[in-house]
């Protein structure tokens, strides 16, 4: 016997590379532009002071302007440290059963981890080859079930029909639809939080909202299942949001007009690069997100990710079966764009 | 059938009122003075447009800062949005095996709630009579042991022997020393991270660094455990920490001198209110932290606890067996404590 028994071994998730110095980054899918001025201006009249205290636990400034944004009630409103906190909740809250949970084979792989981490059996279905999603697959018994729409990395959006069947479908499991990409494209299920019980939608303002190191996720569901994600989350931490978070997230999510301007840039340069991508010989499913997921007719993946590492710009590459000979690549600015396939250019001239 | 049965259910943890109003706080144990100038200077010249990226996910500023001050390897730290997150990960981490975890039965009333929200099966240890410890009833058969020293509420601090009596005994285990007031009074475990390879230190920046709105905890352990620690952390969210608390974080940390100014300010004020709190006719263990857990010779807790919050001063009662009888008051300003001692003559002259 030794303490080694008692401890819970897993293979964690791994995050896209955080360089130090200077590079191009396109392989976290971040925003290139800057959070909302009101989101500057909060944080400079934030008195430090104030930090000697705890946060609101209920996180109630924030939800409610959440709440108010999306025109939902502010009991229907869940936050966390990111959607990844948000959604790992979820999966400690509605997976709690002994049937498998079921989600895409590719997708955001940190469900598999979140499952692995809390003993959650599930099952991995297929997409089609062309990465699209065949609704009918998951009409299987199951003890959840979890789409990404717009999904991670193949940038495909699903249309709502798909969903609500898959929703609809299962009304003994709980639907988590993760929105992380919806800002830039495809159809939110969030009107089907009205028609039914077993739905949660989450969404982040990592992405679209430019704030991916303040931390922030939050989650739509009907008011019980918020309740029952609510009293999880405060049976793991009262405290999880920080004053920072809190008054940079309100503002972030009141400036529609700033938010509305980033987002169309980021569409904007994301359709001129599906152009100049083709050109270079890429192929790709039409991406409904602030990413394209890009396989080169000649030139392999892993070989264009290392040469354009040398070159300083970041993209993700994931060796795994199916998709290791895709690149993902995030919208940056123009500017970044423009640097990437004048470099893409070189190298594939080389080949 | 229905999701029902998936669901996680607990009866969560209830953290202490947070007030909106200006009222008297001795409620949640926070500190009666700002954070460091530091962390103030460090935090207005924060550019915010850095938010857009994701923060370093291995916290590698904060962890050295803490590593350098404790004078161990930054190997050896973790950090958590505070140390209910630290604690959350390290039940999550070392207690997944099937016997029982203990702790005792008079102790932070979380481990109870982490323990449930996790499925860990527990005991609790009762403490003597006066809430001293004996490290006897702390040689059995067990999947882990947590030992809060300074305990709260009691504030009682235990012998270093005792401690190490309980981490020698228990080499099968993984013991939680909960250290949240070490830096009030008490010796400290941290040497025997050096002799034994199940010890797990945690601390937060809650208390003594005035930090509670920032949410920043961290532990220390042995390599190996902090590794094992880490891994379930990055398989649950890879960002916990965002970048206004990285920054606030390593500048608290640094500021060695401001740090004992407030903390002696307290420990006056703490020893100061002892003498108050006896002239009163209350009696208490001598506590080392910041807080002291009394009991009135005539008039009730209950009574007490609201009587005071009717006049704005707002402490903590426990509604629970044992411990019904007694008052958890936060050390304040000066000023808050000698504004308390006023109304407790009044209360206690009309009964």
Request: hydrophobic letters at 40%.
């Amino acid at each position: 016997m030794s303490f080694e028994e008692n401890i819970r071994k897993v293979v964690p998730y791994t995050p896209g590379e955080q360089p130090q110095r200077k590079v191009i980054k396109l392989n976290t899918n971040e925003c290139p532009y800057a959070p909302s001025p009101k989101v500057f201006n909060a944080l400079e009249k934030f008195d430090a002071s104030f930090l000697r205290k705890y946060p609101d636990p209920a996180c109630t400034g924030l939800v409610n302007a959440i709440a108010d944004y999306y025109g939902r009630d502010p009991e229907e409103v869940f936050v966390g440290v990111g959607s990844d906190d948000v959604l790992s909740m979820c999966f400690l809250t509605f997976f709690a059963g002994k049937k498998p949970v079921i989600f895409p084979n590719i997708t955001y792989s940190f469900y598999e981890v979140w499952a692995d981490v809390y003993r959650i059996p599930y099952k991995t279905i297929p997409l089609k080859e062309n990465f699209d999603l065949d609704e009918n697959d998951y009409f299987i018994e199951n003890g959840g079930v979890v789409i990404a729409n717009p999904n991670a990395p193949t940038g495909v959006a699903e249309p709502l029909e798909k969903i609500e069947k898959i929703v609809k479908e299962n009304q003994d499991s709980i639907v988590i639809v993760d929105e992380a990409y919806i800002d830039f494209g495809g159809e939110t299920a969030l009107p089907l939080i009205d028609k039914y019980e077993n739905i949660i939608i989450t969404r982040t303002m990592s992405k679209s909202r430019a704030m991916a190191g303040m931390r922030i996720g939050y989650a739509f569901g009907p008011k019980k299942l918020i309740k029952y994600l609510n009293d999880v989350k405060f049976s793991v931490n009262s405290y999880t949001m920080n004053m920072p978070a809190l008054i940079a997230g309100e503002e972030a999510v009141l400036d529609k007009e700033y938010f509305e301007e980033i987002r169309d840039k980021v569409v904007a340069t994301r359709e001129r690069s599906k152009t100049e991508l083709k050109r270079l010989g890429f192929s790709f499913r039409d991406s409904m997100t602030n990413f394209i997921f890009a396989k080169h007719e000649k030139a392999s993946a892993k070989m264009i990710f290392e040469k354009l590492k040398e070159n300083d710009i970041y993209v993700r590459y994931f060796n795994k079966p199916v998709i290791n000979e895709y690149l993902r690549i995030s919208i940056g600015t123009d500017e970044e764009m423009d640097e990437l396939f004048k470099v893409l250019e070189k190298i594939l001239a080389e080949i």
